[in-house]
């Protein structure tokens, strides 16, 4: 089946830098990727939906220019943390869109100190 | 955005014991169902769906769900659990053409000896 591979499992980085996580997808070419934030003991948040070749489209509430995502090419979605603070401490995970499967990457967590 | 409710936070269960985890849905238009597993740290995996066809559906590790459109619901069950089932259980329904998924709270199941 369909694997996304995503990178870093975890990070931890100072109050005011940026971090990038990659949403590889490994064997099949993904046109549409989603990206969702999971607060602890919490479900998952649909945050935005990466288009490739086109600008991402985000939900309500979910400031783009924090957020940033970027979907260059069909095998790569990236989203950057700019600016982060301690509360964008969260678990961050990709997905597909293809085929009614959804896979998902493994998350990434994300710890701002 | 569709609302699925999981009815239950926490199931405790023993070992051996069956285990059904309720889901509804709130939708009037077809929907495209699925339970996901999410183990500490991880990102989620799919466990069964239901695209169409026969409303009772099978899906990995013994696990099985039946999908009924006259109460909206898609409840999961298991005759028989391990240990290793502990973890957290998602359902998600998707609606329409643009693929997103929409998450329910979330099931945490702990299996005891």
């Known amino acids: 089946g369909a694997v996304v591979s995503q990178h870093p499992s975890w990070v931890i980085c100072k109050s005011g830098t940026s971090v990038k996580i990659e949403c590889r997808s490994l064997?099949?070419?993904?046109?549409?990727m989603f990206w969702y934030r999971q607060f602890p003991k919490q479900s998952l948040m649909l945050m935005a939906t990466s288009n490739e070749g086109s600008k991402a489209t985000y939900e309500q509430g979910v400031e783009k220019d924090k957020f940033l995502i970027n979907h260059a090419s069909l095998t790569l979605s990236t989203l950057t943390v700019t600016s982060a603070h301690p509360e964008d401490s969260s678990f961050y995970i990709c997905?597909?869109?293809?085929?009614?499967?959804?896979?998902f990457g493994s998350g990434t967590r994300l710890t701002v100190v | 955005a569709q609302s699925v409710t999981q009815l239950d936070s926490q199931v405790p269960v023993f070992e051996e014991a069956p285990v059904e985890l309720r889901c509804n849905y709130s939708s009037s238009v077809s929907v495209y169902l699925f339970w996901y597993v999410q183990y500490p740290n991880q990102g989620l995996q799919l466990l069964l769906k239901?695209?169409?066809?026969?409303?009772l559906v099978k899906g990995i590790n013994g696990f099985e769900a039946e999908f009924n459109k006259s109460q909206t619901s898609f409840h999961l069950r298991k005759p028989s659990v391990h240990i290793s089932d502990t973890a957290e259980y998602f359902c998600a329904v998707s609606v329409g053409d643009d693929y997103k998924l929409s998450f329910g709270a979330g099931t945490t199941v702990t299996v005891r000896a």
């Open positions: 239901y695209l169409s066809g026969s409303t």
């Open positions: 997905s597909d869109a293809g085929d009614y499967g959804y896979t």
């Open positions: 064997d099949f070419q993904a046109t549409t």
